[in-house]
């Protein structure tokens, strides 16, 4: 599929790495460094702005490098980018370690996952079909 972008940062477009990639890597569009400390959150500006087909969202969700190295995930992963979105791409950056990390101009901070979604239709009813699982959620199924 073809996606409509305009790219205002000094960086490439985001690519797939692999044949099988299902996300492509968002880097930070920035003027100086952001020092990210212990429990802090921030918007990391992207450059880059895209006109989804109505029918689809772009999804914006943590690499798992920074997050399994350095404890940096997107705060409300994943974020969606919506089709009628016209602004600029952001990510919520939170530091869940316990030392400052440090955001270069460029660096790979997110990935976005290009995704086909469907519109719901409610149909109000009083009561549901039930099943073996029932109202158990939150973890009834057990840890092992």
């Keep these: 599929m073809q996606i409509k972008i305009i790219n205002k940062s000094n960086h490439e477009l985001p690519n797939y790495e692999t044949i099988a990639s299902a996300g492509m890597d968002l880097r930070a569009n920035i003027s100086e460094p952001i020092t990210l400390k212990s429990l802090e959150r921030t918007i990391v500006k992207t450059g ?11 999804q914006v ?7 399994a190295k350095k404890g940096i995930t997107v705060l ?3 974020g969606t980018v919506d089709a009628d ?3 600029e791409i952001g990510v919520i950056l939170v530091n869940l370690s316990n030392e ?3 955001i270069e101009n460029g660096e790979r901070i997110a990935q ?10 409610w149909i109000e009813v009083t009561e549901l079909s039930e099943t073996s699982r029932g109202e158990g959620g939150f973890g009834s199924t057990g840890v092992k």
């Design 100 to 102: 400052d990390f440090i």
């Design 112 to 121: 976005l996952i290009i995704a086909k979604h469907e519109r719901a239709e």
């Design 76 to 78: 409300n992963s994943p």
């Design 48 to 58: 880059l702005f895209i006109e989804l087909p109505i029918g689809f969202e772009a």
């Design 85 to 87: 979105y016209r602004g």
């Design 61 to 67: 969700r943590p690499r798992s490098g920074l997050a």
